[in-house]
């Protein structure tokens, strides 16, 4: 799982000179890098502004993001690449089909998870451009596992170990894991570099994520598998455990907006007496769809395990949401 005779030539995930041993170009300073991401996130000063500086590229920066604009936009300032959320996604899926837009000079969305495969394959068909998908967070100062900027890509897959990084899989008890078996995320890098220095004033908690040698746990699930693809499981912090069963909210998020009424989801665990935690799912309905819980329900019994499938059912107008228009789970609780 370590990145062969990598070196970090920058934070951000795109600007590469070589990939795994097949040098090629990802950024160059012909390109122009298109963001709507609000300048005090770390997306927008690590995965777009650090690249474009270090590339010598162009940086389009859009005030506001809005879905009908947004082809049109991509045309004017002729994007080459772009900064894409699973909100973006699907409201540029809701806009009325435009003759012009498939008109673009975008080869790559930079994309951050989550979304189901039918609403990625739906994107690229419709939009004629291809998603990059990566993961990282403030702490890796940036996407530490990416889809490689050419050649084969494997969805649902958050790409490789970038160059510069390590990266493994450790049990509860910080025992490394081999391929395919579920645990936390690390990340190993230089701390003041391509890691943090540290959580400023806490030392407890700088002590608890970054070892001495530069280990950083991630606080995610994930696994990797026999050709070194790393998968994302679902947040350590979303993660529920029902009569000691760990369920992925994701795993159960991504099975519900395939229903056909569901616009978006989210899953949460409540208290329960008995198996320690309940399953709760907060529905969006599709515009002008009606909800039927015990059909949503059914068709969960159809499509998980019996242990995964939610306890209760609610449907919400829009969810609360965090500056990069993220759902802000902890006030669903």
Request: hydrophobic share 40%; proline share 5%.
């Amino acid at each position: 799982t370590s990145n062969p005779k990598g070196v970090l030539l920058t934070h951000g995930n795109m600007v590469y000179s070589g990939y795994y041993g097949d040098w090629e170009t990802s950024m160059t300073a012909s390109d122009r890098m298109l963001t709507t991401m609000p300048a005090c996130h770390s997306n927008f000063q690590l995965a777009a502004l650090t690249p474009v500086l270090t590339a010598r590229a162009t940086l389009i920066v859009v005030e506001k993001y809005s879905a009908s604009r947004f082809w049109s936009q991509v045309r004017e300032y002729r994007a080459t690449l772009a900064q894409c959320v699973a909100m973006m996604l699907r409201t540029l899926m809701l806009q009325p089909t435009d003759p012009d837009e498939r008109d673009h000079s975008l080869r790559d969305m930079l994309y951050f998870l989550p979304v189901s495969a039918r609403e990625k394959e739906a994107f690229e068909e419709r939009f004629g451009v291809r998603i990059l998908n990566t993961y990282g967070s403030t702490e890796s100062i940036g996407w530490v596992l990416t889809d490689p900027p050419t050649g084969e890509r494997k969805w649902p897959s958050v790409g490789r170990v970038g160059l510069g990084y390590e990266a493994k899989i450790i049990d509860e008890n910080g025992n490394e894991l081999p391929a395919n078996r579920v645990g936390e995320i690390c990340v190993k890098g230089v701390p003041g570099r391509s890691l943090m220095l540290g959580y400023l004033g806490n030392e407890k908690a700088t002590a608890e994520a970054l070892s001495s040698d530069g280990w950083l746990r991630m606080g995610d699930k994930g696994y990797f598998d026999e050709e070194g693809w790393f998968f994302f499981v679902d947040r350590k912090s979303n993660m529920i455990k029902r009569a000691g069963e760990n369920i992925s909210t994701t795993e159960i998020e991504e099975i519900l907006t395939e229903h056909p009424a569901v616009k978006e989801a989210a899953v949460i665990g409540v208290p329960d007496d008995i198996r320690d935690e309940a399953v709760k799912a907060f529905i969006l309905p599709e515009d002008d769809a009606r909800i039927d819980q015990e059909d949503i329900i059914e068709y969960c019994r159809r499509n998980m395990a019996a242990f995964k499938v939610p306890s209760f059912i609610e449907v919400v107008d829009d969810f609360p949401r965090t500056c990069s228009m993220k759902i802000e789970k902890r006030l669903l609780r």
